[in-house]
């Protein structure tokens, strides 16, 4: 994964290093706070050997107590020692519980051996760490006096008395907590950039041409107003405004030479956007002076007509079937220049009657009086009604919602189209985060000028 991806990973998930930062900080308080805050007590020992008159004999003598200090760290540590230091003091705890609170450490090449107690009193600790001394020299020249003899040729002395601490050894809880905030920051950074490599929704237009063969001609900014009541106000210059000026102007110079008028605008799965975007793209092609027909051919789940408020009575379905004319069903909507055809009683047979001649002669028909006649058709992957219809097109819009539609959902919609050899003119990508990597890329921010229609990111 290169290092844009990971950067672009961790702007998306911006939020799990987040929660990560304060789970793992808090995790790491919460623990400290439960444990029970221990106290160290430390003494020193000195081992050396006795009668060591000539140099020669302190030197042996310094290299046999190194050699002792080893195992005298062991014994330290034993239970024996810890009976006896049990008794000396009167303790109640066993031998075996004791030694656990005792750790010895021989240092290397000294005849040192540094002693610690931990305790959850700090006078208690000291109390036992003095003890361990003045029991261990006892022991060793115990062990060390030969039989027969009255001096052991080892001595082991106290160097540095124990002192009751003034504070706890454990927990460090600034330490934990520092701990806890960095783990939980990688934990949070890795699960983000994890989330990014499993992600299989469509959010790059790179991949879009990869999947489809076409690129995105248009990107709609997510806005909630619009999710809400899905028609742009035709006077304002939001930035969703501008995305459809901006989407109206790239179809416009798709072909140049023979630019397309009937074009059907579909999606791989309900909820992707393609409604509210053949009605504004539509409203942005009238407010262009074009002449527009809106078909809503969603003969399952019509929309145009209650986005736009106006009647749904007779229509399409109407006209197919011979009951009407078209001049009879055509309603005007604005001051001028977008005309609806409702999608009419639902039929029994959407698909059929999609695929009719009589579909396409009715589409022929408005060819010629309009400039631009764009169809409202059903996704493609639930039912079959748009490929049958797709045929009849001069190309087809998808619809793409950004970080939901799944990446083999639109190759899939791709491949159905291309079988019956229908034209994709490109995607439309939509609800698109304003702090995705992608509204960045393409400008978002940027203050347009009224009216402003350049090309943008195509």
Do not use: C
């Amino acid at each position: 994964m290169e290092l844009r991806e990971v950067l672009a990973a961790l702007r998306a998930g911006w939020w799990l290093p987040l929660v990560g930062l304060v789970v793992g900080g808090a995790a790491a308080l919460g623990v400290s706070l439960l444990q029970t805050p221990l106290y160290t007590s430390s003494t020193q020992l000195f081992v050396s050997t006795r009668d060591t008159a000539s140099t020669s004999e302190a030197f042996q003598g310094s290299q046999f107590s190194q050699q002792r200090v080893t195992s005298y760290a062991r014994l330290i540590t034993g239970e024996e020692l810890a009976q006896r230091v049990i008794d000396r003091l009167g303790l109640e705890d066993s031998a075996e519980h004791l030694r656990d609170r005792i750790s010895a450490t021989a240092v290397t090449g000294t005849v040192l051996i540094d002693v610690t107690v931990t305790d959850e009193s700090p006078e208690r600790a000291q109390r036992i760490a003095d003890a361990v001394g003045a029991e261990f020299t006892e022991f060793a020249a115990e062990l060390e006096t030969p039989d027969g003899a009255e001096i052991s040729p080892i001595k082991v002395t106290v160097t540095d008395g124990a002192e009751a601490a003034s504070a706890p050894g454990s927990p460090q809880t600034t330490r934990n907590v520092a701990l806890g905030l960095l783990v939980g920051l990688l934990v949070g950074a890795g699960l983000a950039v994890l989330r990014a490599r499993l992600d299989r929704t469509v959010k790059d237009p790179d991949e879009v041409v990869q999947l489809t063969g076409v690129p995105v001609i248009g990107t709609v900014l997510r806005d909630d107003a619009l999710e809400k009541r899905h028609v742009v106000d035709r006077n304002s210059n939001t930035r969703t405004a501008e995305d459809y000026r901006q989407l109206r102007t790239n179809l416009q110079f798709l072909n140049v030479d023979e630019p397309p008028k009937v074009i059907m605008v579909t999606s791989a799965l309900p909820s992707e956007g393609k409604t509210t975007a053949v009605v504004n793209l539509g409203l942005a092609l009238a407010d262009a002076g074009r002449t527009v027909t809106i078909v809503e051919a969603d003969l399952r789940k019509p929309k145009v007509t209650r986005y736009l408020g106006i009647v749904a009575g007779v229509g399409l379905t109407n006209v197919l079937a011979g009951t009407a004319e078209v001049e009879e069903v055509v309603q005007q909507y604005g001051p001028a220049g977008l005309s609806i055809i409702a999608s009419g009683p639902t039929p029994p047979n959407p698909g059929e009657l999609l695929a009719s001649s009589n579909m396409y002669a009715l589409l022929e028909k408005l060819r010629d009086g309009n400039d631009f006649v764009l169809v409202d058709a059903p996704p493609l992957l639930p039912v079959a009604d748009s490929t049958g219809l797709a045929v009849f097109m001069d190309g087809v819009l998808l619809s793409v919602r950004y970080g939901s539609t799944r990446k083999e959902q639109l190759q899939q919609a791709a491949a159905s189209l291309a079988q019956v050899g229908a034209k994709t003119l490109g995607v439309i990508l939509n609800i698109v985060p304003s702090r995705a990597e992608l509204a960045s890329a393409y400008g978002y921010g940027y203050g347009y000028e009224e009216g402003g229609d350049k090309p943008r990111g195509s």
